[in-house]
């Protein structure tokens, strides 16, 4: 059951005009989470006594005090991989589980700015490397919507408090659909935006140029009203391209009239399974009779996608977790007599399997005499997969496919096989290696009440054309006409 009933901006006026108080809603928050996390396991901190002392603070403020603050009062979660000050930040690993950043991210300090309440910080694969939350330092996620069965990852712990109710709003980081995964197997909106729409700023590097911060919300609406908050210009962050994105009511009709949908051939291929195909066929049909015209296209970067994906961002992640070291913060392994024994006990004791398989092969694909080879060869791959979408685009304005090509898995199913758990992400890190946006919107459920969610893909700055038709898919799966 979704924490609102109404959209977030709709909350967030009762708040401003005094017709409702952020005290209620954050201590909802906190009732639910303490009655039902302990089965989710979403959240790996909690800040009760600093929410709760906020969210007085916002109510006693004068209505001219909080007319500008479009979040005003609302209780938000944040991925565990997103610095907030004086709020541990352990990436879900042992090597950073007592460390407490001095700041907060650019997107912690918008939130908060524009009014939000931060309850805690959700749980994550270690270091964002995974696609079921099982790799976490604190612990599996568990499906709200599903016994026994993963919540998909690495934003497992954010799309699991939403799809659970726990708060109307969380922030994920996406690398090659860590937003989107989960959110399609808990039942959530995510959106992953346009490389260099939102400042990166204080979230703990992955692969630097794939990873994006971004929205879960339990409703479409939600996730533009986010995304305004959340873009604004950074000059902390390089990369930041400074294009705030303007959110409209235009955005939210349900009239798709006139717009193209491209449907890959490639997505909808062999290994889909019949489940996902059976609940997205309906809501792509359901657009067409809203008036979009549905066209195929060839999207022939697939193949390669995900080689090229685990190529290029092994190979970042080993550059950026070289600074986990033991010296500068972060746990430091004992008894070591050399500095070069402390680096290797450190790094041996203090990451976990998947993150050091990680480095290892991205430090492999760099090394001399395999550059070439492997990552000058993915980086091309890239290029190709991003003209794949340049054409596309040119006789579509949205693409739409599946998320994954299953529901959720089973706890522990793909456990001893990181390969196939690596194929889980084929229809996903297409839009990370060429910088698109692209959003989850649920589907109707399958047959056994496990979410599906329909993948939409626009061209680069295009998050309003997402919102469009993922406000009117969502208008058929809730059965609204």
């Not at 699991?160 to 980081?173: C, E, Q």
């Not at 294009?243 to 006139?258: C, I, L, R």
């Not at 700055?461 to 898919?473: M, P, Q, S």
Request: aromatic share 8%.
């Amino acid at each position: 059951m979704p924490f609102f009933d109404r959209p977030i901006a709709d909350a967030a006026a009762d708040v401003r005009s005094g017709k409702g108080k952020s005290i209620d809603a954050v201590s909802r928050a906190f009732g639910l989470i303490e009655e039902r996390d302990k089965g989710i396991n979403s959240f790996i901190s909690l800040c009760k006594d600093a929410a709760l002392k906020r969210a007085r603070e916002i109510d006693a403020l004068l209505p001219s005090d909080k007319k500008d603050m479009p979040l005003c009062g609302i209780p938000v979660a944040i991925k565990d991989n997103i610095c907030t000050e004086g709020v541990a930040t352990t990436c879900a690993s042992r090597i950073l589980e007592k460390y407490v950043p001095p700041y907060s991210a650019t997107v912690v300090e918008a939130l908060e700015e524009a009014g939000a309440v931060v309850v805690g910080k959700t749980n994550l694969d270690e270091f964002a490397m995974g696609s079921t939350t099982e790799t976490s330092y604190f612990g599996a996620t568990k499906n709200p919507h599903g016994d026994g069965k993963i919540p998909g990852g690495s934003s497992g712990g954010s799309a699991a408090a939403v799809g659970a109710g726990f708060v109307p709003a969380a922030l994920g980081t996406d690398t090659g659909g860590s937003i989107r995964q989960p959110c399609c197997h808990c039942g959530a909106a995510g959106l992953k935006p346009t490389y260099g729409r939102v400042s990166r700023y204080g979230a703990v590097a992955f692969a630097s140029s794939l990873d994006q911060i971004g929205p879960i919300a339990g409703d479409v609406r939600d996730i533009g009203l986010l995304l305004s908050v959340m873009s604004k210009p950074d000059k902390r962050d390089s990369t930041c391209a400074g294009n705030q994105f303007a959110d409209s009511e235009e955005h939210y009709t349900g009239d798709v009239s006139g717009l193209r949908v491209g449907m890959p051939k490639e997505y909808f291929g062999e290994g889909l399974s019949d489940e996902v195909r059976s609940s997205i066929t309906p809501a792509i049909e359901n657009l067409k009779s809203r008036g979009a015209k549905i066209v195929e296209v060839s999207l022939s970067g697939l193949k390669y996608a995900v080689s090229a994906y685990y190529v290029l961002c092994t190979a970042e992640a080993a550059s950026n977790l070289a600074r986990f070291d033991g010296v500068k913060y972060g746990f430091r392994a004992e008894g070591a007599k050399t500095l070069a024994e402390m680096y290797a006990k450190t790094r041996a004791r203090g990451f976990g399997a998947e993150v050091k398989r990680r480095i290892m092969l991205g430090t492999y694909v760099l090394s001399s005499g395999y550059y070439d080879a492997y990552y000058l060869k993915a980086a091309r791959v890239r290029t190709l997969i991003t003209n794949d979408f340049v054409n596309a685009f040119n006789s579509c304005d949205v693409i739409i496919s599946p998320v994954a090509p299953t529901p959720a898995l089973g706890l522990g199913e793909k456990t001893n096989d990181p390969l196939q758990l690596y194929l889980t992400d084929i229809y996903t890190v297409s839009a990370n290696l060429a910088s698109i946006p692209a959003m989850s919107v649920p589907c109707p459920p399958t047959k056994a009440g496990l979410p599906v969610g329909a993948q939409l893909m626009a061209p680069r700055w295009r998050e309003d054309l997402l919102l469009k038709i993922g406000y009117a898919v969502q208008m058929f799966t809730a059965g609204e006409k």
